[in-house]
Nanobody, 126 residues
Framework: QVQLVESGGGLVQPGGSLRLSCAAS????????ISWFRQAPGKEREGVSC????????YYADSVKGRFTISRDNAKNTAYLQMNSLTPADPAVYYC???????????????????WGQGTQVTVSS
């Protein structure tokens, strides 16, 4: 059974950091690009970052560039999103999703992805 499970969300103060994990089971991530999305209440799901399966090329939304870092460990079949300098604009449910091989030209398009996790909640509050 193909499954993606996110973890690592929680409550953090503004300026703090969290590292999210996306663990895959039932398939190997080696040949999949992995993206992180987030969805805040009342808002559309938006792409945050993507990492390809081939050369590890990474892409980021402008809102998180310089603060978030996406990575992958194929040996652990897991992807990560390191989030630093969190702000009150970052709280949302964060999801990981996969698509074969390459990040889509516009990685923000939800329908491009074939597998999704259930999400993990990130809250930023003092």
């Amino acid at each position: 059974q193909v499954q993606l499970v996110e973890s690592g969300g929680g409550l953090v103060q503004p300026g703090g950091s969290l590292r999210l994990s996306c663990a895959a089971s039932g398939f190997t991530l080696d040949y999949h690009a992995i993206s992180w999305f987030r969805q805040a209440p009342g808002k559309e799901r938006e792409g945050v970052s993507c990492i390809s399966s081939t050369d590890g090329s990474t892409y980021y939304a402008d809102s998180v560039k310089g603060r978030f870092t996406i990575s992958r460990d194929n040996a652990k079949n897991t992807a990560y999103l390191q989030m630093n300098s969190l702000t009150p604009a970052d709280p949302a449910v964060y999801y990981c999703a996969t698509v074969p091989v390459f990040c889509p030209p516009s990685f923000n398009i939800v329908r491009s992805y074939d597998s999704w996790g259930q999400g993990t909640q990130v809250t930023v509050s003092s």
